[in-house]
């Protein structure tokens, strides 16, 4: 019963939208479909994000910190439990590395793509972890977490020399925004603090919680220490709304096809000129 019931809510939520995009725009499922699809995959035009071969290993590295630093205290009891046919560990394998190895084969590539990864990811570091706690070890752990916290303090003192230095182009933050230098700072070394306090616990649950609750100081200030540069690159809202009152409703706008977005929602307009190609929206 439940795959047509399924089958039947999938059909009822997409299959009006399919039929009115067609109808509007009769193109839009060949550029769709062939375009965005099969050309992206193998061989993608410009603005198709082309990336080598390898790049989704450092974003998947990256994303998974600092869990991944904790692959080499897990890997022995992940290798242990395959060759036990641990059901849960052998499906969590397949569901990291088939879609990884698949967008991996695609010449254009995007960071969300491989968000399906981290999920057994998780699965396979917690099982390894809870395991490897189980059969009283904790060294490999130790030495991880003191890494991390290594490396932590080295990136925060690069930091801070960069920003010393007041080198043109290398600096991070404007001198008006010392104060998210401050709280990055303050959060990294309270990460790296936690990490060594897990490392000396004796506890492994202690162990365990410390580590995990360790970032939770960077991580609830993450946003509010991001580099205005940074926001004014990726994300234009607060340079958009700054010039919002220069922008009347018989203003011209111009503006390229990475910015329409954007400029189209802040100032609600849709008569806005795409300067050099319209990108997707052609």
């Known amino acids: ?20 995009i067609h109808l509007r725009e009769g193109d839009f499922w060949r550029y769709f479909f062939w375009v965005e699809h099969v050309q992206r995959f193998l061989s993608p ?3 198709q994000h082309p990336k080598p071969l390898w790049y989704f290993l450092p ?10 630093i904790l692959l080499p205290a897990t890997f022995s009891e992940t290798r242990a439990a395959v ?13 990291l590395l088939l ?8 010449s254009g590539k995007l960071v969300p793509y491989i968000l399906p990864c981290f999920a057994p990811l998780v699965i396979l570091i917690v099982s390894g972890l809870m395991t490897y706690f189980e059969n009283g070890k904790s060294r490999a752990f130790n030495i991880c977490a003191v890494s991390l916290a290594i490396f ?8 801070i020399l960069i920003q010393a230095a007041s080198i043109r182009g290398m600096r991070l933050y404007d001198p008006s925004e010392f104060w998210k230098l401050i709280a990055a700072v303050a959060g990294s070394l309270a990460w790296g603090a936690g990490a060594i306090l897990a490392a000396s616990m004796k506890n492994w649950r202690k162990k365990a919680a410390l580590f995990v609750a360790a970032p939770l100081p960077f991580l609830l200030g993450a946003h509010g220490v991001i580099p205005n540069q ?15 009152d220069k922008v009347r409703a018989d203003t011209l706008i111009l503006t390229g096809d990475q910015m329409v977005h954007a400029v189209c929602w802040f100032y609600k307009r849709d008569d806005v000129y795409l300067l050099e190609n319209g990108g997707e929206l052609t």
């Open 45 to 47: 035009m410009p603005g």
């Open 59 to 68: 974003v998947l590295a990256g994303g998974a910190i600092p869990w991944v």
């Open 83 to 95: 060759r036990r046919k641990d059901p849960l560990v052998r499906y969590a394998i397949c569901c």
């Open 230 to 244: 940074a926001l004014n690159d990726r994300a234009p809202e607060r340079v958009l709304l700054q010039n919002q």
């Open 1 to 20: 019963m439940r795959s047509p019931l399924s089958l039947s809510g999938l059909l009822g939520v997409t299959l009006p939208w399919c039929v009115l």
């Open 152 to 159: 932590l303090a080295v990136l925060v003192s690069t930091a």
């Open 99 to 106: 879609p990884f190895i698949f967008f991996s084969m695609s």
